[in-house]
C-alpha cells in the first residue's frame, strides 16, 4: 500500500465537525495546502488541533509539516497522533505506526559533541537560535533537511557552525575550542580591581541611604510618640486613652523598624568600605580615596561616605 493511500485513509478529519468553525478551519487549511502556503496551512491544522484534539487533527498537522520538508517536527506530530489512537484503541494505530517507520528513514539525525574538559553550561550551544538542551549534548537528535546553524561560546570568543543535512542523513559534529575556554569544574576569575571598589562604594552607599531612612523613621516616630503623649495621654504613659494607647505603639514599631534599618545600614557601610580599602591597587587608582564621616546631633545621625574617584 502506497504512503499517499494510507494517508488517505487516516488523515480522516475533513469529514464534517460537528463545530461548523472546526469544518471551515479545515477547508481553509486544505485549500491553503493545496496551494503550497505551508506556513500558513501547518498554522491553520495545529489551531484545529488546539480546538479539538483528535488523532485526524493531529495527522493533518503531521502530514502538511511532512510536505513542507520539516521532516522531524511531522515526525513528533505521527509520533502523538500514534500516541492518541493507542490510548484510545483506534483502528488507524497500525496505520500510524506503518506511516511513522517510513518516514523516520528519511529524516536526518545531528549529534553536537564537547570536548570532555569543556564546561557546557559555559559554552552556551544554541541549534538554530534556540537553546541545546546540556542533556542532549552527545546524543542524536532528529532534525529538518537542510543548513543548521550552531553557535557557542569558545571563552569570550563566540563561534558558529553551519552543517547541511539532506534526506536520511546522518552527521556527528565536534566543536572545537580556543585556549580560553571554560573547563569543567574552572572557578570564576575574580572581580577586578575597578570592580571590587564600584562594588565596596555602591554598598556603602546603600547603608548610607538606610541610614537615612532610618534617622527619617527615628523622628517620625519620636515626634508621632511625643505628640500621642500630649494629645490623648496627659504628658503620662500610663494615663493614654485608647487612641493614645494605639498612637504610642504604632511610633513604638516604626522605632523599632528604625533600628534594625540602621543596624542593616551600618553593616552595608562597613562591608563597603572593606571591600574598597581590600581591592587590589593599580596605577591608575593610587591617588583615588575614600572616607567615611559620621555626624550626631540631638535629633539624628547620619553618616557621610566621600572621597576622590
Excluded at 506511516?99 to 544554541?126: F, G, H, M, N, S
Amino acid at each position: 500500500m502506497t504512503r499517499a493511500l494510507i494517508l488517505a485513509i487516516v488523515c480522516f478529519a475533513g469529514v464534517a465537525h460537528a463545530d461548523g468553525r472546526l469544518d471551515a478551519l479545515f477547508k481553509k487549511g486544505k485549500q491553503q495546502l493545496a496551494e503550497k502556503k505551508y506556513a500558513e496551512a501547518c498554522s491553520t491544522f495545529e489551531e484545529v488541533d488546539k480546538l479539538e484534539t483528535t488523532i485526524g487533527a493531529k495527522l493533518n498537522v503531521a502530514r502538511c509539516y511532512e510536505e513542507w520538508e520539516k521532516l522531524a517536527v511531522a515526525y513528533r506530530w505521527y509520533v502523538d497522533a500514534e500516541k492518541l489512537a493507542i490510548e484510545t484503541n483506534d483502528k488507524r494505530a497500525a496505520k500510524i505506526k506503518e506511516l511513522l517507520e517510513a518516514l523516520d528513514a528519511d529524516v536526518p539525525r545531528l549529534t553536537i559533541k564537547l570536548p570532555a574538559k569543556i564546561d557546557p553550561t559555559a559554552a552556551a550551544v544554541q541549534l538554530d537560535g534556540k537553546a541545546f538542551a546540556i542533556v542532549d549534548l552527545g546524543k542524536e537528535q532528529r532534525v529538518d533537511p537542510g543548513p543548521h546553524s550552531i553557535d557557542y561560546k569558545s571563552g569570550k570568543t563566540p563561534k558558529k557552525k553551519t552543517v547541511n543535512l539532506e534526506r536520511g542523513a546522518s552527521s556527528e559534529l565536534e566543536l572545537a575550542f580556543d585556549a580560553d575556554a571554560v573547563l569543567v569544574g574552572a572557578k570564576p576569575p575574580p572581580p577586578s580591581s575597578s570592580s571590587r571598589k564600584t562594588i565596596g562604594l555602591v554598598t556603602g552607599a546603600t547603608g548610607v541611604v538606610a541610614l537615612g531612612v532610618a534617622g527619617v523613621l527615628t523622628l517620625t516616630a519620636r515626634s508621632n510618640y511625643n505628640s500621642a503623649l500630649e494629645d490623648h495621654c496627659m504628658g503620662e504613659t500610663n494615663l493614654c486613652d485608647a487612641q493614645g494607647l494605639e498612637f504610642t505603639s504604632n511610633a513604638r514599631k516604626r522605632a523599632n523598624i528604625a533600628t534594625v534599618v540602621s543596624i542593616v545600614g551600618g553593616v552595608a557601610i562597613a562591608a563597603g568600605v572593606v571591600l574598597y580599602l581590600t581591592a587590589p591597587k593599580s596605577k591608575s587608582n593610587a591617588e583615588k580615596t575614600v572616607y567615611l564621616a559620621p555626624s550626631a546631633s540631638a535629633d539624628s545621625a547620619t553618616v557621610i561616605l566621600g572621597g576622590r574617584f
